[in-house]
């Protein structure tokens, strides 16, 4: 058997591989699927194995719990009690002249696709899903800002439309972040399958340490009194 690092960067990044091939000789993965996996691995840095693991259950548990959160919301401050506020009576938007209701649907969808597109374009190197991701982004943060528009430039606005873009708001963020979790969740999750399936071995990461030699050069680069 023959142990060799796997370098898939080409000298174009700085950072070290975490992935080892094991035996040159076995069955590897595809070279765009080692550098995708050693993005993922330098990018959330995971110690060894075992820590992999437990990023992949806590990554996992806090996008199901914020995704969670965005229902529960969603339903009770749009669907439950979504009148009281003043939604009924709000402007539509000058887009499709979609009211609240159907802004509160889209909204977290938009976002929701946007992550995904903009984690691909990252990890892919991809201009294309990149571009996707920032002009849904863009149409996002637009009906997020509408109802404050509807207040500052107009005579039509009411004040309840404050609390529509606080609620959007909100609901774009939770969705964001829980789609980032799940996905890193998710891509963690196939590295460790890659890892498994094939002669390869993650490299431990050690912590940054002050070597002996160190302390002997500090002590004697202090002049004696």
Do not use: C
Request: hydrophobic share 50%.
């Amino acid at each position: 058997m023959t142990v060799a690092g796997a370098s898939f960067n080409d000298g174009n990044n700085d950072a070290e591989s975490r992935i080892e091939v094991i035996d040159n000789s076995g069955n590897l993965p595809h070279p765009t699927n080692l550098e995708l996996a050693d993005s993922v691995l330098n990018r959330l840095e995971p110690k060894d194995r075992h820590e992999m693991g437990q990023m992949i259950h806590s990554r996992s548990v806090m996008g199901g719990i914020l995704f969670a959160a965005v229902g529960i919301f969603w339903w009770l401050t749009v669907s439950v009690i979504g009148d009281k506020l003043g939604d009924g009576g709000a402007q539509p938007s000058m887009i499709f002249n979609l009211g609240f209701f159907h802004v509160s649907l889209l909204i977290p969808l938009l976002v929701l696709i946007a992550t995904v597109l903009l984690m691909h374009s990252r990890e892919r190197s991809s201009w294309q899903s990149g571009l996707i991701g920032g002009i849904l982004l863009i149409i996002a943060l637009y009906f997020t800002l509408e109802p404050l528009g509807w207040i500052v430039f107009t005579d039509q606005g009411s004040p309840s439309m404050v609390l529509q873009s606080l609620r959007i708001g909100a609901l774009a963020i939770m969705v964001h972040f829980a789609s980032h979790m799940l996905l890193d969740a998710i891509l963690l999750s196939w590295v460790q399958k890659m890892l498994q399936s094939f002669p390869l071995e993650l490299s431990t990461l050690e912590p940054l340490l002050l070597g002996q030699g160190g302390f002997d050069k500090d002590e004697e680069e202090v002049s004696p009194a």
